[in-house]
């Protein structure tokens, strides 16, 4: 499983949404830059303790940092819409075919 990686790309992604750099929000943290980048780059994991200060100074929730679906690849996206759509029932089909549509 790559969930040091992906939990790194997406501290990345976050802390980069909330306009920090690495040193400013190493900083907020309490870690050095250094060991934010080992964390980012799936080196490393943070602590608990670590996990609770990055979880108070993004200001989300430990569910968002662990939301790694958009990293999947176009294959396994495809795949993954492949089987919801086989699961939807004749109306829900139709109603998706429209939203598509407008698209």
């Known amino acids: 499983m790559k969930l040091k990686i992906n939990f790194g790309k997406r501290l990345k992604e976050l802390r980069k949404a909330k306009h920090l750099n690495q040193e400013a929000f190493a900083e907020l943290i309490n870690i050095s830059p250094r060991n934010l980048s080992k964390i980012e780059t799936g080196q490393t994991f943070p602590s608990s303790e670590n996990l609770e200060k990055i979880i108070t100074v993004l200001d989300c929730n430990a569910y968002e940092l ?21 699961k939807l029932t004749n109306t829900e089909l139709q109603c998706l075919y429209r939203l598509i549509k407008t698209l």
């Open 66 to 86: 662990f939301q790694f679906e958009h990293f999947s690849n176009s294959e396994q996206i495809k795949e993954k819409f492949i089987n919801k759509i086989s």
